[in-house]
């Protein structure tokens, strides 16, 4: 899949990194030298805990198991298994106890086996320690040490772009975060065979081997029906957002309200009880109450993709995609603008609808919907970064990250991986 052929503008590039290599490497001897009479700890640590002269027993959580049964399997008394759970519960409740998830004993070693830790992890990086230790049992919470790989795929289209991460062996997830950074440039309902890509992201990995996630994408070039797009990423005003070669935003900000006067009266809950039904539902929505008439505007560019009336339900209604990501929806209109169809393609701030009461409902309210990538998320917290341009203080900045960036880029279509870890060493681990 990966055909790699060397530009001469990117043999200085890889010559660069070879010595700025072998200048870390030598600066590593220097300093292994220098200090080669210090004390090396060569303790070995679980869950940070020196395990040199206890044992460490793993197990998992099975269908059935309990707190209280799991600590009764391991001999706690009903006495210690109480005090257990109110030393554990406010750090990690036993409600949330998950089918899958590991847990551990840490013992001594001799033949009375007496638990001197006991150790719940709550998700791949995140635990809970109880201590028996000392006279009274204590707990605390930790998190495993995380490692940032930085990582290089690159691909062309052959059947979708799902496939192709899959057969570059590279997380699918990749898929997702390419479609929300590219989300107003590319739709990808609409990538077609030929369409290629290069991108570069650090991925979270514990104790350098085990993938747990995507920690950030640094950097991306897509190529879609022969036309390049670049993602930089660049901060300014404290908020790291994507641009392109020339410095604007890859992002549209959308409007905070889809009208301009209203009050709200009810707001995105898993469980509201419905004034008419008289039972507790998921309202995934917010609800603006308004006099009937009043104008409904499209928060954001898009077509209009229903346009329907729901007798028990959202009455007349109408729901916008704005990009292969966000879908928007307008539920109880009195009546639709003029022009309005499905299919249509509407502007930002467009009048689309008139608030009324129609379908399901009390009064004249507009309930309001936004759904990310097919999952409903709050309106009125979702993210919506400002689609401003790099200022003009930064250009310079901007251009020397959008320098490093593909530099970069090139570099690594060569080297395949590089590290970074937290303590800010880089070490190559595999080259092409």
């Given at each position: 899949?990966?055909?790699f052929?060397?530009?001469?503008?990117?043999?200085?590039i890889?010559?660069?990194?070879?010595i700025?290599?072998?200048?870390?490497?030598?600066?590593?001897?220097?300093?292994?030298?220098?200090?080669e009479?210090?004390?090396?700890?060569?303790?070995?640590?679980?869950?940070?805990?020196?395990?040199?002269?206890?044992?460490?027993s793993?197990?998992?959580?099975e269908?059935?198991?309990?707190?209280s049964?799991?600590?009764?399997?391991?001999?706690?008394?009903?006495?210690?298994?109480?005090?257990?759970?109110?030393?554990?519960?406010?750090?990690?409740?036993a409600?949330?106890?998950?089918?899958?998830?590991?847990y551990?004993?840490?013992?001594?070693?001799?033949?009375?086996?007496?638990?001197?830790?006991?150790?719940?992890?709550?998700?791949?990086?995140?635990?809970?320690?109880?201590?028996?230790?000392?006279?009274?049992?204590?707990?605390?919470?930790?998190?495993?040490?995380?490692?940032?790989?930085?990582?290089?795929?690159?691909?062309?289209?052959?059947?979708?772009?799902?496939?192709?991460?899959?057969?570059?062996?590279?997380?699918?997830?990749?898929?997702?975060?390419?479609?929300?950074?590219?989300a107003?440039?590319?739709?990808?309902?609409?990538?077609?065979?030929?369409?290629?890509?290069?991108?570069?992201?650090?991925?979270?990995?514990?104790?350098?081997?085990?993938?747990?996630?995507i920690?950030s994408?640094?950097?991306?070039?897509f190529?879609?029906?022969?036309?390049?797009?670049?993602?930089i990423?660049?901060?300014?005003?404290?908020?790291?957002?994507?641009?392109?070669?020339?410095?604007?935003?890859?992002?549209?900000?959308?409007?905070?309200?889809?009208?301009?006067?209203?009050r709200?009266?009810?707001?995105?809950t898993?469980?509201?009880?419905?004034?008419i039904?008289?039972?507790?539902?998921?309202?995934?929505?917010?609800?603006?109450?308004?006099p009937?008439?009043?104008?409904?505007k499209?928060?954001?560019?898009g077509?209009?993709?229903?346009?329907?009336?729901?007798?028990?339900?959202?009455?007349?209604?109408?729901?916008?995609?704005?990009?292969?990501?966000?879908?928007?929806?307008?539920?109880?209109?009195?009546?639709?603008?003029?022009?309005?169809?499905?299919?249509?393609?509407?502007?930002?701030?467009?009048?689309i609808?008139?608030?009324g009461?129609?379908?399901?409902?009390?009064?004249?309210?507009l309930?309001?919907?936004?759904?990310?990538?097919?999952?409903?998320?709050?309106?009125?917290?979702?993210?919506?970064?400002?689609?401003?341009?790099?200022?003009?203080e930064?250009?310079?900045?901007?251009?020397?990250?959008?320098?490093?960036?593909?530099?970069?880029?090139d570099?690594?279509?060569?080297?395949?991986?590089?590290?970074?870890?937290?303590?800010?060493?880089?070490?190559?681990?595999?080259?092409?």
């Amino acid at each position: 899949m990966f055909q790699f052929k060397i530009k001469k503008n990117t043999r200085f590039i890889i010559l660069l990194f070879s010595i700025l290599i072998i200048s870390s490497c030598s600066i590593r001897q220097e300093k292994n030298v220098e200090f080669e009479d210090e004390f090396i700890d060569t303790s070995e640590y679980k869950y940070g805990i020196c395990v040199d002269s206890l044992n460490v027993s793993n197990y998992q959580i099975e269908r059935g198991d309990l707190l209280s049964t799991i600590l009764s399997d391991l001999g706690f008394t009903p006495a210690k298994i109480e005090e257990v759970s109110n030393v554990m519960e406010p750090l990690y409740s036993a409600s949330k106890l998950q089918i899958g998830n590991n847990y551990a004993t840490i013992t001594t070693k001799d033949s009375t086996r007496a638990i001197k830790y006991l150790v719940f992890e709550k998700n791949k990086t995140d635990y809970v320690v109880i201590d028996f230790c000392n006279d009274s049992i204590s707990a605390f919470e930790s998190t495993k040490p995380i490692t940032h790989r930085r990582e290089y795929v690159e691909g062309t289209i052959t059947s979708s772009l799902w496939n192709t991460l899959i057969d570059a062996e590279a997380p699918v997830i990749l898929a997702l975060k390419l479609s929300d950074i590219f989300a107003w440039q590319i739709d990808f309902f609409d990538v077609k065979e030929g369409d290629s890509f290069r991108l570069m992201y650090d991925a979270a990995y514990i104790d350098d081997t085990t993938y747990v996630d995507i920690a950030s994408i640094e950097g991306a070039i897509f190529t879609h029906q022969g036309k390049k797009f670049r993602a930089i990423p660049f901060e300014q005003d404290s908020i790291r957002e994507y641009f392109d070669e020339e410095g604007n935003s890859l992002r549209k900000a959308f409007l905070k309200s889809p009208l301009d006067y209203y009050r709200i009266t009810s707001r995105f809950t898993n469980a509201r009880f419905h004034p008419i039904l008289k039972r507790y539902r998921a309202h995934h929505g917010v609800d603006y109450a308004a006099p009937t008439g009043t104008p409904v505007k499209s928060i954001g560019d898009g077509v209009v993709v229903e346009k329907a009336y729901q007798a028990n339900g959202a009455g007349n209604y109408l729901k916008i995609k704005h990009n292969a990501v966000y879908t928007t929806t307008y539920m109880h209109l009195s009546k639709f603008a003029k022009g309005i169809e499905k299919g249509r393609r509407v502007t930002q701030g467009e009048v689309i609808g008139y608030v009324g009461s129609t379908g399901l409902s009390t009064g004249p309210h507009l309930d309001f919907r936004v759904h990310k990538n097919n999952q409903p998320i709050n309106p009125l917290t979702m993210e919506a970064p400002p689609s401003l341009p790099v200022k003009p203080e930064l250009r310079d900045s901007f251009i020397l990250v959008f320098e490093r960036v593909t530099a970069e880029l090139d570099s690594l279509k060569y080297i395949r991986q590089f590290y970074v870890s937290e303590s800010d060493s880089v070490r190559i681990t595999q080259g092409v």
